[in-house]
């Protein structure tokens, strides 16, 4: 190993400094980056009304999961870019008794959902059929799922949970610079071809900008509705007749789909990486199967030694990375409708195997790579928030509308963006999504089924504590934001907030190449290149909220990347 070491330095692939990276003491001084600092409680979200709403939850005196269905109602109103009660997501829980679990709130294709319902006679993908038509919208199960949880491992009532995001939704919420950057770029092009949209987000002829009044009134009414009449009131009362009947102006859902639609508690994804243990979403999540996947192979080489951000950690990373994304486009999907080999794709067996063909001086082409096969080893828009409470309960929570503001369609009358997250099945095998992610007929169309996804709100722990919570937005980087928040606290020793503003890298097989973000150095690239790889420097990638516990407190931190808030007391 020495001599190879020195052979890199030779030629530059990795540098000296990266050697010797020291290990940090977290929370003191020196640290280039400060996590804020707790006792008791925290929580991280992108948007501070809602952290705020959060924290006073755990203030006076509810659990995290408490926390953690207010803040996903606040979002909705503060970031409706991303927050939303016309999604759906995930949401994992590791409580003080050591019990873990995974809620399933995804949401499902309808009933009238077919194979081809995105294609032409000629078999051809219709451009943006599944991302801004009524027929994008799967059944949402945001409501469910913060009911779900709330009534079974909450302990407040709901008029507490919700009242503080219907008081921002009513009395309205200052546009915030980042709302309106959003807006213009992303909101004015969603929005404008929709009544029902611009009636909310836009003033006169404009869209919102900064400092203008956001008032929901009609998601104000709506959230007071599921308030006084639980998740039955979104998916049979008044408001699913609204969605229903807005849905037979050309799209799919129908007040029986809304009916039949049920959360799934699921047993989570769970690995070990050098002494730490790894918990994370299962399918129809692919994060926790190729999070831990992707370590696995990883553990397989010295890291330490090559140093954080070095290109030899990188180009090992790379590696690893083509090789999961491209099982991913052939075994993952909803393990209701297909056999998901997850005791294989997790295996340490396989990982060894993989590692054994990762060569350190040669980067493999992704057109030599391809899903493997597994029968010997059988036996960009989303938010994420964190919340550690005062009781030792953790909860990671990752939930989206799709792309930004959805399909950019309210709902008549209630105030609800609707998501457009059938883009996410394989319309048509072999042909990217939005993100440039390949699927296969596991992730095909068919009526009631989970769409694929990138989610992947993750925990570790160690000795049965829970250590690092987090999660992230990203689309198809998801899986690797969060694997790279994982490896520079648990293998650099990095403290949170180092570990959020580390630079970034991503590669998910096809197409071919290293994603980077402009801080990684030119250097490092010229070295990457060197080993074969292509790289092209691109947008920063996700935008991680995450919490760090240690025996002296809570650390939390919001990616700067993005806005974000952590609060703690």
């Known amino acids: 190993m020495v001599d190879s070491l020195r052979s890199l330095l030779a030629i530059g692939i990795i540098s000296a400094s990266g050697l010797c990276y020291a290990q940090v003491n977290y929370g003191v001084e020196g640290e280039a980056f400060h996590p804020i600092f707790a006792k008791q409680g925290m929580v991280v979200s992108q948007e501070p009304l809602a952290t705020q709403i959060g924290l006073d939850i755990l203030k006076n005196g509810g659990n995290a999961i408490d926390a953690a269905v207010a803040v996903g109602?606040?979002?909705?109103?503060?970031?409706?870019?991303?927050?939303?009660?016309?999604?759906?997501?995930?949401?994992?829980?590791?409580l003080?008794?050591?019990?873990?679990?995974?809620?399933d709130f995804r949401e499902v294709a309808p009933n009238a959902a077919s194979r081809n319902m995105y294609l032409d006679e000629n078999g051809n993908i219709i451009p943006n059929r599944s991302l801004t038509s009524l027929s994008a919208s799967g059944v949402p199960g945001t409501v469910a799922g913060l009911s779900y949880a709330l009534e079974k491992y909450g302990s407040q009532s709901p008029d507490k949970i919700l009242n503080p995001a219907i008081e921002?939704?009513?009395?309205?919420?200052?546009?915030?610079?980042?709302?309106?950057?959003?807006?213009?770029?992303?909101?004015?092009?969603?929005?404008?071809?929709?009544?029902?949209?611009?009636?909310?987000?836009?003033?006169?002829?404009?869209?919102?900008?900064?400092?203008?009044?956001?008032?929901?009134?009609?998601?104000?009414?709506?959230?007071?509705?599921?308030?006084?009449?639980?998740?039955?009131?979104?998916?049979?009362?008044?408001?699913?007749?609204?969605?229903?009947?807005?849905?037979?102006?050309?799209?799919?859902?129908?007040?029986?789909d809304l009916k039949e639609?049920?959360?799934?508690?699921?047993?989570?994804?769970?690995?070990t990486y050098k002494g730490y243990d790894i918990i994370s979403m299962p399918p129809p999540s692919s994060g926790g199967i190729h999070i831990i996947q992707i370590l696995n192979i990883l553990e397989n080489f010295n890291l330490q030694e090559y140093g954080p951000n070095s290109a030899l950690t990188y180009h090992l990373m790379a590696e690893a990375m083509k090789r999961a994304y491209a099982d991913r486009s052939e075994y993952l999907g909803d393990p209701e409708f297909v056999n998901v080999p997850i005791q294989t794709l997790t295996s340490k067996a396989y990982a060894k195997d993989i590692a054994n063909q990762i060569s350190l001086t040669k980067s493999t082409p992704s057109s030599e790579i391809k899903p493997a096969n597994l029968?010997?080893?059988e036996s960009t828009q989303t938010t994420h928030y964190s919340v550690i409470d005062q009781?030792?309960?953790?909860?990671?929570?990752?939930?989206?509308?799709?792309?930004?503001?959805?399909?950019?369609?309210?709902?008549?009358?209630?105030?609800?963006?609707?998501?457009n997250e059938m883009d996410d099945f394989s319309s048509k095998p072999g042909t990217p999504n939005i993100y440039g992610l390949i699927g296969g007929e596991s992730n095909a169309i068919e009526p009631k089924k989970r769409p694929l996804s990138s989610m992947s709100p993750t925990i570790i722990s160690k000795n049965g504590e829970v250590f690092v919570v987090t999660g992230s937005p990203g689309g198809s980087r998801i899986i690797t934001t969060v694997l790279q928040i994982l490896l520079n606290t648990m293998e650099f020793d990095m403290n949170i907030a180092e570990?959020?503003?580390a630079p970034r890298i991503h590669h998910q097989w096809l197409p071919d190449y290293i994603r980077v973000e402009k801080t990684v150095s030119p250097d490092t690239i010229r070295a990457l290149q060197a080993l074969g790889h292509k790289v092209?420097?691109?947008?920063?990638?996700?935008?991680?909220?995450?919490?760090?516990?240690?025996?002296?407190?809570?650390?939390?931190?919001?990616?700067?990347?993005?806005?974000?808030?952590?609060?703690?007391?």
Not at 82 to 89: E, T
Not at 96 to 103: C, K, L, R, S
Not at 391 to 402: P, R, S
Not at 540 to 568: C, E, H, N, Y
Request: hydrophobic residues 35%; charged residues 20%.
């Open 73 to 94: 109602y606040a979002l909705a109103v503060t970031h409706p870019q991303a927050g939303n009660i016309g999604g759906g997501g995930f949401m994992l829980i590791h």
């Open 96 to 103: 003080a008794d050591g019990q873990t679990t995974a809620i």
């Open 168 to 256: 921002l939704a009513k009395n309205g919420i200052p546009v915030s610079l980042n709302l309106s950057t959003t807006f213009k770029n992303y909101g004015y092009r969603a929005f404008s071809p929709h009544s029902s949209s611009r009636a909310i987000f836009f003033k006169e002829d404009r869209i919102l900008s900064e400092g203008d009044l956001l008032i929901q009134t009609d998601l104000a009414n709506t959230l007071a509705r599921i308030r006084d009449n639980g998740a039955k009131e979104f998916y049979m009362g008044e408001t699913a007749q609204k969605i229903a009947t807005h849905m037979s102006k050309g799209g799919l859902i129908t007040l029986d």
């Open 261 to 271: 639609y049920k959360v799934i508690e699921r047993e989570p994804i769970k690995g």
């Open 375 to 377: 029968a010997p080893y």
């Open 391 to 419: 009781y030792g309960n953790a909860v990671a929570v990752t939930y989206t509308l799709n792309t930004n503001f959805g399909s950019g369609i309210v709902a008549e009358g209630t105030g609800i963006l609707l998501n």
């Open 499 to 501: 570990a959020s503003s």
């Open 536 to 569: 092209k420097i691109e947008p920063v990638m996700g935008s991680t909220q995450s919490i760090m516990k240690l025996d002296r407190g809570l650390f939390g931190a919001t990616d700067p990347r993005t806005d974000g808030s952590s609060q703690g007391y």
